[in-house]
Each structure stands twice: as structure tokens, then as C-alpha cells.
């Protein structure tokens, strides 16, 4: 009799350099990390987590938000609005057109205008806000604390670990 278990990958860096990030009262300005391409690996689920670390002085009861994309193409062709598959800054056509691609995977409570206050979050599925796992997806990050995010990159992290099934 076969038995099946599960199999995770090794964490992987998410390339999004969200430092110096500035606020958005509409959520729409923000960073898109790079693309992940999902057709080599073919992971059935990817487990999201990270860090985010506000700048100097954040309004207290605001948030980060962090949305994923996904595509049946690779983004540079599938024209998802602005989205293009590339680690940079963004700012999507109107809340209307983020709601209809994009999916709230978290929202960060910032809770105290205390600077440079990393808030971990995750880990989450992608796989769960699709139904099933993309081709290809990335992250896009926003925040309306009404302060640029800490400008160190290092105080900012990203990482996926890709999960499988095996059986034997």
C-alpha cells in the first residue's frame, strides 16, 4: 500500500524591497515584488510569511496590506493592470481594479506610533485565496500608516516554502 506525505521545500527569498515605501490613503500606491514561477516546481501550495518594519513615527490604527496576484501567464504578458512581473514600485489603476485581481492574503494592525516596529506576519497559503495554486504569482504591498516604511532593507523580509505531496 502506497503512503502519501507531505514535503516541503526549503524557504525561499521573495524579492520585494518595500523599504522606504510611502503611505497610501487608498491603498493602491504600493510595491510588487518579483514574479514566481510555479510551472517548474509545480508546488501544489506555497506558505507565505514575513516581516514588515514601519519608519519613524507611524499613525497609530492604520495598516499594511499584503495582496497576491496570480496568472495563468507570466505577468509581463498578461497584462494584469500595472503588474509586470518585477520587483518595483506600483500604483494600481483605482481600488475597483485592485479588488478584482488581487487577493488580501493579510492586513497588518499597526497598533502604536512607535518607529521602526517590525510586524511579522504569516505564514499563509496562496493556494487557499485561489482555490488552487497559480502558474505564476507575486505579492503587492501597501500601507497607509502616513510614514514611508523603514528604509532599511534588511528590516523588511519575504519568503515562501513550497509545499508537495510524495508518495511511496
Not at 532593507?153 to 511511496?168: I, L, Q
Request: glycine content about 10%; proline content about 3%; overall charge negative.
Amino acid at each position: 500500500m502506497a503512503t502519501t506525505t507531505i514535503s516541503y521545500s526549503s524557504p525561499t527569498t521573495i524579492t520585494c524591497s518595500v523599504a522606504s515605501t510611502g503611505s497610501s490613503s487608498t491603498w493602491v500606491a504600493g510595491r510588487e515584488s518579483n514574479e514566481i514561477d510555479n510551472t517548474t516546481n509545480k508546488y501544489v501550495d506555497a506558505l507565505v510569511q514575513g516581516k514588515i518594519t514601519v519608519g519613524t513615527t507611524p499613525t497609530a490604527s492604520t495598516q499594511i496590506l499584503v495582496y497576491v496576484w496570480g496568472s495563468d501567464t507570466a505577468a509581463s504578458t498578461a497584462n494584469i493592470d500595472v503588474i509586470d512581473g518585477a520587483d518595483s514600485a506600483e500604483t494600481i489603476t483605482s481600488a475597483g481594479v485592485r479588488d478584482g485581481f488581487l487577493k488580501l492574503a493579510v492586513a497588518i494592525n499597526v497598533d502604536a506610533t512607535t518607529s521602526d516596529r517590525g510586524y511579522p506576519f504569516g505564514p499563509f497559503s496562496v493556494a487557499d485565496l485561489f482555490g488552487q495554486m497559480p502558474k505564476y504569482w507575486g505579492l503587492f504591498v501597501t500601507h497607509n500608516t502616513g510614514v514611508n516604511l523603514n528604509s532599511t532593507g534588511g528590516n523588511h523580509a519575504f519568503t515562501y516554502t513550497g509545499v508537495k505531496f510524495d508518495t511511496a
